[in-house]
Every structure is written in C-alpha cells, then in structure tokens.
C-alpha cells in the first residue's frame, strides 16, 4: 500500500531571507526593529530546541519591541501554533494581517496554519493569495504548499498543477518533485515516474524518500531485483530512518 509523503509546510520566518522590503523612518524605529529580530531569532532557536519558557520570554520581548512587525508577529504566531495555543495563533495572524494586509509571507504562514488545522479551502485561498502579492517572491513555496494542502484535501488533480507551478518558477524544489513522482506512481504511470527519480537522484543524490519510492515503484513494476537494489541501498545508507522501518514493516 503506499503511503504519500508527509512533508510539514513551509513557514517562511524559519528561514533566513525571507523578509519583505520595510522602510523604517527613523533611527529610533530602526533600533526598534533591529532589537526585536535579536529577541525573535534568540526566541526561535529556544523552541527549535523545545526550550519553550525561554522561548517564549525572548519572544514576548520581541513583540514589546515592535508590536506591529509582521516578522515578530508571524514569530509569536507560530509558537503559539507551536504549543498547541491555537486560539492565540489565529489572533496573532489576523493581527499581522490586519497590519500587514498584503504581506505575502504573512498570508502564507496563515496558509500553512490553516492547513495544519484542516481548513483546506480558506487555506489554499490564502496561499494563492499570498501568491499574487507584489513584491512577494517566494511563490514557488506557496504553490508547493497548495499542492501539499490539496493533497491533504484528497484532490490530487489539482495537486499536481500546483506541484508543477511550483517547479515553473523554481525547477528545484526536492519536495514538489518527489510529490509528483509519487502521484506517477500512484497513477501507475510509472515510466514518468523512473524518469522524474532518476533526474532527482543525478541531481541531489539518493534519499530516504526517494529510495522508498524506487522501491514501490520497482515492487509495483515486478522488478524485483532493483526492489532489493533499493532496499539494501536503503539499509545502508538510512538504517535509522522511518522510510527504512516503513520497508521492513511492508508499509509501502
């Protein structure tokens, strides 16, 4: 039986770079600013590691710092989101969206909240709108994030072209190619499906992911030597992994 990949969203204030253009003006606001993205990285890192009264400290610290900074409020957001506050989360997300109405990253942090919580529509709504942003230029995140979100929401029709817009504005994005391979092969059409794995493991080299569909696509294919040529590759290279204990239960 295969089991779709499940990949977490991606929020952008985890990573660096991910900050819209901000004019600040005067130097007391750009301290301002500067003390709480100290606070807000300090606190991220403390939850990162399950530190969470630190966390939230630093992070509460930010936000008296510049309450109206969407980075600091989609920060306070996700550890709400975090530590099971979701009540908080949603307010703190309105609140970054009633500030910052046309924040693309802010829109799709809300995006990835709401489809965390099951609310499929009003997510992918606010993923496509985040998309449509000016001056927003992680599109090719939130259209792999709409694809995931349909692929939660069963329709994988429309995963798929969200799958394949992400790979239009970024051509290398190891989770929408996999996901594509994976709907490949569980549409049975697996010649697309070797092709696109092959490409992916040229490119990035072997992982447990796309092992473990190399192997239920060569199981499914009746090729059963290259289902032991992944499967031992698989051992060697990721014992420790869930896709290697997924093999060793037949849950694939």
């Known amino acids: 039986m ?7 969203l991606f ?3 985890l990573l660096a ?10 130097a007391e ?35 008296n710092y510049a309450p109206d900074y ?17 009540e908080s989360a949603e307010k703190m997300y309105k609140k970054a969206l009633r500030d910052s109405p046309r924040n693309g990253d802010v829109l799709n942090n809300y995006g990835a909240f709401l489809c965390s919580e099951g609310r499929y529509d009003e997510a992918i709504n606010t993923f496509v709108k985040a998309i449509n942003q000016p001056y927003y230029y992680l599109i090719s995140a939130s259209y792999e994030n709409a694809g995931l979100c349909s692929r939660k929401q069963g329709d994988d029709e429309q995963a ?36 696109r794995l092959f490409k ?19 199981n499914q294919d009746g090729r059963l030597t ?17 896709q290697y204990q997924n093999y060793l239960a037949n849950e694939y």
């Open 160 to 195: 798929i072209d969200y799958f394949e817009k992400a790979l239009s504005h970024d051509p290398y994005r190891p989770k929408s190619i996999l996901q594509l391979a994976q709907l490949e092969l569980e549409a049975n059409n697996y010649k697309d499906a070797r092709v």
């Open 200 to 218: 992916f493991n040229k490119r990035y080299g072997y992982t447990a992911n796309s092992l473990l569909l190399l192997i239920q696509l060569e």
């Open 11 to 13: 929020s952008c204030l």
């Open 2 to 8: 295969i089991q779709w990949m499940k990949y977490p």
């Open 17 to 26: 770079g991910c900050a819209t253009v901000t004019v600040e003006d005067s």
């Open 29 to 63: 606001q750009f301290n301002a600013i500067d003390a709480a993205e100290a606070r807000m990285t300090l606190g991220l890192n403390y939850l990162k590691v399950g530190q969470w009264q630190r966390a939230r400290e630093n992070l509460e610290q930010a936000l």
């Open 226 to 242: 290259l289902v032991n040529k992944y499967a031992n590759l698989l051992k060697e290279q990721f014992p420790n992994s869930q």
């Open 70 to 86: 969407y980075r600091v409020q989609n920060a306070m957001a996700y550890y709400y989101q975090k530590v099971g506050e979701k």
